[in-house]
């Protein structure tokens, strides 16, 4: 049985912002971090809320949100008690707050409490998706945390808000974007309605994202992107994910990669490796046709073989790094965290989609850049 259930309400659009004005008499807390605090993006927020309202800013949010983190935002969060949530940044900032509303539900923390998500990135998709990632630095592991109750009630979608976002973090996170649509695209329980979130998704950031690149002031690519990296996180909340995210998770937790970065490293293999599934390598094909990048005299192999070639055709035009020498890791290193790789692979909640789980001798395969 598939179920879809899409709960956010989405405002878009240059003007969107002025939603927060609407809120009076509120305790508002924003979460954050401080290199938007600093450089002053945070007024963009702060000046569109009436002086009703008291304001309580947190800007402690880093990289790959720390179970600490997310602990000591809850002991805020009772101390607070606010009445509206924002998350306002990347997907750390978001995950974060999504991880403090999951734990602090447990105290009755969140009754009543509305939530809204505004992204500075374009590329996870945490904005409109029930997961969070939260990492044990101890271990080096990133636990996926999934449930509706941590989907935002609103998420804002301000394009002006990215412009200042440098081309290679544009690149890392739009490749996230398309990783997100590809494995929903594959997944066990892809279905109508992920499908087509999936395929403009993709449809998007082959047309966008470079452009974002190029020109960090192009407003109509900015905003496509926007709402691939949403559409792309609707689908897989509905469909979920595979193992491309379950296996870069393991690289972001160990090598610090940046996720979106770890995504496009093993896009490509995955799909080559995926593709050995008939099941699989038919939906590959059926999306290259769709996007036109194939025609019906290609065999599903030739399809998936066009598939990645645009893949790899706009990673090196957008510099995007291929391989682990080219962020200064050894290749021999990964190599020999494999075996840890595939075993916390395995327990990542994205390889319950997928329709193919990888064994160690297949993660090694994927592994090989």
């Known amino acids: 049985m598939n179920q879809v259930y899409i709960k956010t309400r989405v405002f878009s659009g240059e003007d969107s912002l002025e939603r927060l004005r609407k809120f009076e008499k509120k305790k508002i807390w924003i979460i954050s971090d401080t290199f938007l605090v600093d450089n002053g993006t945070i007024d963009r927020i702060t000046e569109q809320l009436d002086r009703s309202n008291r304001v309580v800013l947190c800007s402690d949010v880093v990289p790959d949100p720390p179970l600490s983190a997310v602990a000591k935002g809850v002991a805020l969060m009772g101390n607070i008690h606010p009445d509206i949530i924002i998350a306002f940044g990347g997907g750390s900032a978001i995950d974060t707050a999504k991880g403090i509303i999951y734990f602090a539900k447990f105290s009755g923390f969140t009754d009543g409490v509305r ?134 998770h393991q690289l972001g937790g160990i090598f610090h990669i940046p996720h979106g970065l770890a995504n496009s490293l093993i896009l490509i293999n995955v799909i080559r490796k995926n593709s050995n599934v008939c099941e699989m390598r038919a939906r590959y094909a059926v999306l290259a046709r769709k996007l036109n990048l194939a025609g019906k005299e290609h065999s599903d192999s030739e399809a998936v073989t066009l598939l990645c070639e645009k893949i790899r055709s706009c990673q090196k035009e957008m510099k995007i790094p291929v391989t682990f020498s080219e962020l200064g890791i050894r290749p021999e290193s990964v190599l020999e965290k494999s075996t840890e790789i595939w075993k916390n692979a395995q327990k990542d909640m994205c390889s319950d989609t997928a329709i193919w789980r990888f064994d160690q001798c297949d993660v090694e395969d994927v592994l090989q850049l």
């Open 115 to 248: 939530f809204i998500a505004i992204p500075t990135t374009s590329g996870t998709g945490s904005e409109v998706s029930s997961v969070t990632v939260i990492t044990d630095p101890d271990t080096k592991i990133k636990h996926p945390i999934v449930d509706d109750e941590i989907l935002p009630d609103e998420v804002i979608l301000c394009p002006q808000l990215t412009c200042s976002v440098p081309p290679s973090v544009t690149a890392n996170t739009g490749m996230d974007v398309l990783t997100h649509a590809l494995e929903a695209y594959v997944s066990r329980n892809a279905n109508a309605y992920s499908d087509a979130l999936a395929e403009k998704a993709v449809e998007y950031v082959f047309g966008y994202l470079k452009r974002c690149c190029a020109d960090g002031n192009d407003m109509e690519a900015r905003s496509r992107m926007q709402e691939a990296s949403n559409l792309a996180g609707s689908a897989f909340n509905i469909a979920g994910l595979g193992m491309n995210h379950a296996i870069a």
